[in-house]
C-alpha cells in the first residue's frame, strides 16, 4: 500500500500567515502583561494610602513601538523609583545636611508651588528664626514664637503684628517641625510579586489572543 499527501495552495503564504497570527496573539497578551502589571502597581500604591499622584509614576510601554513582533518586549517602570524602592525595600532615611530630620508640621505651610517647606526655607518666607527645643527620650522641635492665627478659609498661622506684639494678646508658641535623628519606612509594596504573577500569566493571555 502506497500513500501520498501533497500541500493545498501556498507554503509561503501559509507560513505568513502562521507568522501573524503568532506577532499578534503574542504582542496582544505582552500588552496586557504590562497594562495588568501597570495596574496591579498603581493600586498597591494607593491601597496604602500615598495617593494617585505618586500611583500615577508607574508607566508601561512596548517595543517595539508601534509594530507587532513575535519577541515583543514590555516595559513597566516608575518615574518615582527612589521612593518606590524606598517603599518596596524598606529604608532608614537620615538628614544629608545635620543630625537631625526635621518633618514640617501643617503649621508650617508649603513653599511656592507645593515645594515641601525646610526650615530654613521656612525662615526664609517669615522672616525670623525659629527656636530649638530639646526633649530628652522625645522628638525635639523647632518653633515659631509671636505667631497669630488667621481667621477666615484659609487658616494657619502668620506673624503676630506690632500691635499683638505689644499687648501679646492672641500670640502664641507654634510648632513647625519635628526633629527626629531618622525615619524608618517599613515595606509597603510588592514589585516583585506583581511582576512574577504577570510573567506566570502570559503563556495562558498568549493562547487567549491566539485566533
Given amino acids: 500500500m502506497k500513500l501520498a499527501a ?3 495552495g501556498d507554503l509561503r503564504k501559509i507560513m505568513a500567515e502562521e507568522v501573524k497570527e503568532a506577532e499578534d ?17 498603581r493600586r498597591q500604591v494607593t491601597e496604602t494610602g500615598m495617593g494617585q499622584r505618586l500611583a500615577n509614576t508607574w508607566r508601561a510601554e512596548l517595543y517595539p513601538k508601534g509594530q507587532k513582533s513575535i519577541k515583543p518586549a514590555g516595559f513597566v517602570f516608575t518615574r518615582a523609583p527612589t521612593i518606590i524602592r524606598a ?21 508650617a505651610g508649603t ?3 507645593g515645594k515641601r ?6 525662615e526664609q518666607m517669615h522672616g525670623s528664626r525659629l527656636r530649638f527645643i530639646y526633649r530628652r527620650g522625645a522628638p525635639s522641635l ?20 506690632a500691635s499683638a506684639l505689644r499687648t501679646g494678646r492672641g ?8 526633629l527626629v ?11 516583585d510579586g506583581a511582576a512574577e504573577r504577570w510573567a506566570s500569566a502570559l503563556p495562558e493571555l498568549i493562547v487567549r489572543n491566539w485566533r
Fill in 6 to 8: 501533497a500541500i493545498s
Fill in 25 to 41: 496573539a503574542v504582542t496582544a497578551a505582552m500588552r496586557q502583561a504590562a497594562d495588568g502589571l501597570k495596574a496591579d502597581l
Fill in 87 to 107: 517603599f518596596d525595600q524598606g529604608a532608614v532615611i537620615k538628614s544629608k545636611h545635620g543630625f537631625w530630620l526635621a518633618i514640617p508640621t501643617p503649621a
Fill in 111 to 113: 513653599g511656592a508651588r
Fill in 117 to 122: 517647606m525646610t526650615p530654613g526655607l521656612w
Fill in 142 to 161: 523647632l518653633v515659631a514664637e509671636n505667631m497669630r492665627a488667621r481667621t477666615g478659609k484659609r487658616g494657619g498661622f502668620a506673624k503676630g503684628s
Fill in 171 to 178: 500670640l502664641a508658641s507654634v510648632v513647625m517641625f519635628i
Fill in 181 to 191: 535623628p531618622q525615619v524608618s519606612l517599613k515595606k509597603r509594596l510588592d514589585v
